[in-house]
Every structure is written in C-alpha cells, then in structure tokens.
C-alpha cells in the first residue's frame, strides 16, 4: 500500500509541473540561423532542451535582457517534446554579444539560467532567376528560348 502512495504521489507532481519526469537543468543552445517571428522581423533561434524530461503541458519562456523583457509560449504535447525551439527578440546578438536572463515556467516549476547570445549579423539575400543563363550549358537554344518565354508570359499573367 505504501508503494502505490509513493508513485501515486509522483504521479500526482509529474502531472502538476508538466513534465514527464523531475526536470533539473536545461539546456538552452543558440543557433547560427534566424527565423522570422509573427511580427515579420527577424529573430535568433534557441534550442531549449529538457534533457531527459518531456514537456508534456504549455510552458512559458520569458527572455530578460538590457532592454528587452519578452514572453514566447511552448505547445507541450500528449507525447512530450524533448527539445522545442523559441525565435529570441528581434536584435538581440545582432550588432554585439549579449547576455540574457531565461526563465522557464512550467506549471509551479520556475527553472531561470543566464544566456550568452553570440554576435551573428543579419545578412538578407535576394535571389533573382534569370539574372544569368549559360546558353547551351542549361539546354540547347531555342529550347532556353521557349522556356524563357514561356515563363516570363506566365510572370506577367
């Protein structure tokens, strides 16, 4: 009977912070990528890990820094997630280096760690098709001729 109460109880904690198992450190990972966030401007990407744990409930994640103090919110899922990703405000580790205050909270878990965001510029590429063609490397002529063609009467339409 003893036993049953144990896990019983276990259970009961598991269920109430949200995650799968006890979560005692978590890893957050700045990644060399930006994505762009809901309002339409760039945002680095962090990698937070659980370790062994699973978010199986919604989680927040508020990210403190000089000027900035933003929320972003995790889906948790039925199976649990072991990793999720967060897109970080926009300008943080742009221009310089920065260091930001990450607080994970999980039903009545609170998990806080210190960041460093390494400086990445933001680089904007625009890709334009057709700014040059190798006749004959590509198809022959009057193929690339009927392609050409064919496209641009269709960008124009």
Request: glycine residues 8%; hydrophobic residues 40%.
């Amino acid at each position: 009977m003893k036993k049953f109460i144990v896990i019983k109880a276990v259970l009961l904690l598991v269920a109430a912070t949200g995650f799968s198992q006890t979560v005692t450190d978590i890893q957050y990972t700045v990644q060399p990528v930006y994505g762009y966030r809901k309002d339409g401007k760039p945002g680095r990407e962090m990698l937070i890990s659980f370790g062994t744990a699973r978010l199986k409930k919604n989680a927040t994640v508020q990210v403190k820094g000089l000027n900035i103090k933003e929320t972003s919110v995790l889906t948790g899922s039925a199976a649990g997630d072991s990793v999720k990703t967060i897109l970080l405000p926009t300008g943080v580790g742009v221009d310089s280096a920065a260091n930001i205050s990450v607080v994970l909270q999980c039903g009545s878990t609170l998990i806080e760690k210190k960041v460093h965001v390494p400086r990445m510029r933001h680089w904007t590429v625009f890709i334009y098709p057709h700014s040059h063609v190798d006749i004959g490397y590509t198809n022959t002529q009057k193929m690339l001729r009927y392609c050409i063609v064919k496209m641009l009467l269709k960008a124009l339409n």
